[in-house]
Each structure stands twice: as structure tokens, then as C-alpha cells.
Nanobody
Framework: QVQLVESGGGLVQPGGSLRLSCAAS????????MGWYRQTPGKQRESVAS???????NYADSVKGRFTISRDIYKNTVYLQMNSLNAQDTAVYYC???????????????WGQGTQVTVSS
């Protein structure tokens, strides 16, 4: 009963910018953390950025200074602003929420459907 819907991927030239969004809806009682991961063919999914319920952020070394994660707690939405993109950023990007559904006691991970980001000239 929880849905995550991503948007904002696409094709961008090197040096360009994109903003990803991920909105959560459904039977949500509490969100403890949100994050963005990415995956390329043949590789494991890797963490890109995360933000906790109190606003603490963490970034992969490869994106520090270029990507910014933020959230709108009223809209249950997490964003990833990506600047100075390069070819190594090409991947499918997935949002992740660690949340608790109403009527339950456990926090579980939920994933978006993934959005393709391609950096190419």
C-alpha cells in the first residue's frame, strides 16, 4: 500500500544538470530516511545520497560537491539535484524510502521504479 513514483530522468550533455524527484504515497506512518541509488549493467546498485528524517545528509565521494539531496516532508518527496554531470553518472537511478506503514511496527525499505539518466554529447 505504498507507492513511490520517480520522475526527472533523461538525456543530458556533459556538464549539464538534472533534477530527480520521488514522491511516496499510501499508508505511511513514519519515514526514517530517504535516499538515491544508481545501477549500471553488470554492477551492484550503489548508494548516491541519503537524507534522514532530521535532515542529516550523506553522499558518495564521487558525487560530493555536484549532487544535492533534499526533501519536502509535507509532500513526502525526495529530490536529487545533479549538476556537472559526466558520463560516469550514466545509470538507472532508484529512490529508496525506509518507512513504517500504518498499523505496523517495522521499518522496511521501499524502492521506486527507476529512472534512466544518460550523460552523453
Amino acid at each position: 500500500q505504498v507507492q513511490l513514483v520517480e520522475s526527472g530522468g533523461g538525456l543530458v550533455q556533459p556538464g549539464g544538470s538534472l533534477r530527480l524527484s520521488c514522491a511516496a504515497s499510501g499508508s505511511i506512518a513514519s519515514i526514517i530516511a530517504m535516499g538515491w541509488y544508481r545501477q549500471t549493467p553488470g554492477k551492484q546498485r550503489e548508494s548516491v545520497a541519503s537524507i534522514t528524517s532530521v535532515g542529516n545528509t550523506n553522499y558518495a565521494d564521487s558525487v560530493k560537491g555536484r549532487f544535492t539531496i533534499s526533501r519536502d516532508i509535507y509532500k513526502n518527496t525526495v529530490y536529487l539535484q545533479m549538476n556537472s554531470l559526466n558520463a560516469q553518472d550514466t545509470a538507472v537511478y532508484y529512490c529508496n524510502y525506509r518507512l513504517r506503514q500504518r498499523g505496523t511496527i517495522r521499518f522496511e525499505d521501499y524502492w521506486g521504479q527507476g529512472t534512466q539518466v544518460t550523460v552523453s554529447s
